[in-house]
């Protein structure tokens, strides 16, 4: 299994010099399980993901998996080069918005006027929509397992459990995490996954005055981590106000209390 992050910031994308190091595109990443690809998002990451899969005429096949869809997560979807193309087969998924919504008319909205200049008829891929809820097991594929549940965020996110061929990557963004229920449905989620990448959005200090905005801390994250016996935690979706000398810092508290915890890095590949 091999990740990719092609969008870390949350919220809003703050490319310039201040964010070079960690990257301004907001949520978007690749998993490949062998030969099969995985999105985890369609933030503005996207576009670029899209550019680089055309270069490789063995792939024509993908799936999206979304988490929710705040603009920050979605807003990459009409810019996705494979939606463009005839021979290209692409199926999205997202959590928790039927029975009043769904997936599809969530894209064909926010590619409608006065948002965006073309509809999604534009797009020549065979494009699948699939909706479901958060507890349900996903087998886009034999070899692959996606067990969904419930996080802490408005709008109702979806965390992800990916499981092949031995290893276990696991999404939980966006979510804030207080103790209870859902913890332990995201403690599961996560439970001695390789790979946990977590919402660590704020500090503890910024969460005196952003409690109930739907996002963590790395200090909640590392709880989490502890508990579930995550192998690696990831921390992702960095608020756009810090730059890359305030991550930096961050990145060092978050490894000395747990050893071995990533920051994540807009164009970091792990191998899992
Ligand atoms: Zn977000
Ligand atoms: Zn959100």
């Not at 063995?58 to 996705?80: A, N, W």
């Not at 948002?115 to 087998?139: C, H, M, N, Q, Y």
């Not at 061929?165 to 939980?172: I, N, P, S, V």
Request: with cysteine; charged share 25%; aromatic share 10%.
């Amino acid at each position: 299994m091999r990740v990719r992050f092609w969008g870390v910031r949350g919220s809003i994308a703050c490319p310039g010099p201040a964010t070079m190091r960690y990257g301004g595109n907001t949520p978007c990443i690749e998993v490949r399980c062998g030969e099969r690809v995985l999105i985890f998002d369609a933030g503005t990451g996207l576009r670029s993901l899209g550019i680089e899969l055309l270069k490789d005429k063995k792939i024509r096949d993908v799936d999206i998996f979304i988490t929710h869809c705040h603009l920050d997560h979605v807003s990459g979807l009409p810019f996705f080069a494979p939606f463009f193309r005839e021979d290209y087969r692409v199926r999205v998924w997202a959590g928790n918005l039927m029975p009043s919504n769904s997936i599809e008319h969530v894209m064909r909205k926010l590619m409608s006027s006065p948002w965006f200049p073309v509809p999604i008829e534009i797009f020549k891929a065979k494009i699948e929509f699939r909706d479901f809820k958060s507890g349900d097991v996903l087998r886009p594929h034999d070899e692959i397992t996606l067990r969904t549940g419930l996080l802490d965020h408005p709008d109702s996110t979806n965390g992800y459990r990916l499981e092949h061929g031995g290893r276990t990557f696991a999404l939980l963004c966006d979510t804030e995490g207080f103790p209870g229920k859902r913890d332990t449905e995201m403690v599961s989620l996560a439970r001695q996954a390789d790979l946990a990448v977590y919402d660590a959005t704020f500090t503890e200090g910024e969460m005196t005055s952003k409690g109930g905005w739907g996002h963590s801390t790395w200090m909640r994250g590392v709880r989490m981590a502890n508990e579930a016996k995550v192998k690696h935690l990831c921390l992702f979706h960095h608020d756009p106000s810090h730059d890359d000398d305030f991550m930096d810092k961050l990145a060092a508290e978050a490894n000395d209390v747990r050893a071995g915890t990533i920051t994540a890095r807009e164009g970091q590949i792990i191998d899992l």
